[in-house]
């Protein structure tokens, strides 16, 4: 009850002043605005696996590490599935754009293909790695690019074909 | 301080804390894979008799080389490896041809000069003596290459063959 009287108290000075005050009066205060630019996240290349022969058995795993290079071999695990031609595939590249020392957190990283189901078991990205500076926290230029890679199974059932996906990624800039 | 500055301190503080205002920014790239089919492999070496070693990639040839005639079908991965095990400095030599089949179709795959190889890329395939090394391998894959000008796209059937020399 004290409050309400309070700022009814208030409120009512403050009507008082408006309506009984009208001899003009002015003042000076400084204003300062930093204007920066809007923080950004762009997906600059795609997650290219490149091709892949599948196992006659066992079930192998693929995986493409998350790295600059554009012209890496992904690594296979398990069965006889292998990689016929190396250097085609590479990691996804995500570019940041913020501020210096702007700090953020990765609260979305997935990968998904379509037609996957029954063929592509497993799938997922890999950790993201930055390309300069620390993970989660922009380098004094305010940009940065996150390369992150991915991974699926095959095995001998797996359909012969281009798959398709996504990797997506969601970043919260504080 | 009253209660009434109390609450106003109390907003202002959590004002400063939220700022700069948290914002979600969301972007996606592309993802592709081209899975293939291992292809099979039909050897006739004229003059070796390696040994034929299963390996987890495949299978791989290793021994005394030349020797005699030879032919044998692989099945599973098309990766053949060659390798000599003698320290005589005889020459080694890559098979003079070898059949890849997989799917529907096969093809005959010649490592002698001069040899029309069909749709095959690279179209040369160095055979004979193996220049300046003692083993060699052959990768071999029958897939959907993606065509050059339309990223994604599924391409014909291409028959690639990878000749690699250690």
Redesign the interface.
Known sequence: M??RI??AAAAAGLCATSAANAAPASANTTAQANIVA??????T????????????VGTTT?TVASAASATATPSVSGG???V??SGLAHA???HLIGTNGQTYSI??NS?S?TGSVG??TAVGSESPVAASGTLLTLPASGTDDLY?G?H?D?TSS????????????????? | MTRAASIFAGFAVTMAAASPCAAANVAAAPAHAAIVDPATLQVNWALAQPTVQGIPQGAAFVGTMPALGLGLTLPGQARLIIRREDDTGAPVTAPGAFEVAGGNDALIIRTSGGATLGPVSPRTIAGGELIGGKAASIDVVRGLIRAPDAPGLPAPQTLVVVVQYN
């Open positions: 004290k409050l309070a700022l809007p923080a950004a996240l762009t997906a290349r795609d997650l290219e696996f490149g091709t892949v022969a599948k196992p006659t693929v006889n599935g292998f016929p031609t996804a590249t995500f609260t979305t990968l293909f063929n592509l992150i991915g699926f095959i797996t359909a012969v074909n281009t798959y398709n996906g996504t990797l997506s990624l969601t970043v919260n800039f504080n």
